[in-house]
Nanobody
Framework: QVQLVESGGGLVQAGGSLRLSCAAS????????MAWFRQAPGMEREFVAA???????YYADSVKGRFTLSRDNAKNTVDLQMNSLKREDTAVYYC???????????????WGQGTQVTVSS
């Protein structure tokens, strides 16, 4: 079992930055692939970024070059640095854990409660 708690969401102007953090507890964090997904109102959940246990990161095309995903296995945390934010980045962002790094949400076994990110123009 893994418990995930997100933090760091909020309101930011377009062009600004936010850093989301996901704290994990309850199991061997370093053995899990971690990911962020997001869901905007009326939209399906979509993949944002994922990172393997060894630190290899993968990004959705929509955020590549603007978002950076990192993990600290000693602290059991994974952080998503979001720069050059756009209005279309507005969504609830969810942290997830899986034994396999993948873009498919259905393959993630553990999810946080989500944190709201709102980008204003």
């Amino acid at each position: 079992q893994v418990q995930l708690v997100e933090s760091g969401g909020g309101l930011v102007q377009a062009g600004g930055s936010l850093r989301l953090s996901c704290a994990a507890s309850g199991s061997t964090f370093s053995s899990y692939a971690m990911a962020w997904f997001r869901q905007a109102p009326g939209m399906e959940r979509e993949f944002v970024a994922a990172i393997s246990w060894s630190g290899n990161a993968y990004y959705a095309d929509s955020v590549k070059g603007r978002f950076t995903l990192s993990r600290d296995n000693a602290k059991n945390t994974v952080d998503l640095q979001m720069n050059s934010l756009k209005r279309e980045d507005t969504a609830v962002y969810y942290c997830a854990a899986s034994d396999t790094v993948t873009v498919w949400g259905r393959q993630y076994d553990y999810w946080g409660q989500g944190t709201q990110v709102t980008v204003s123009s």
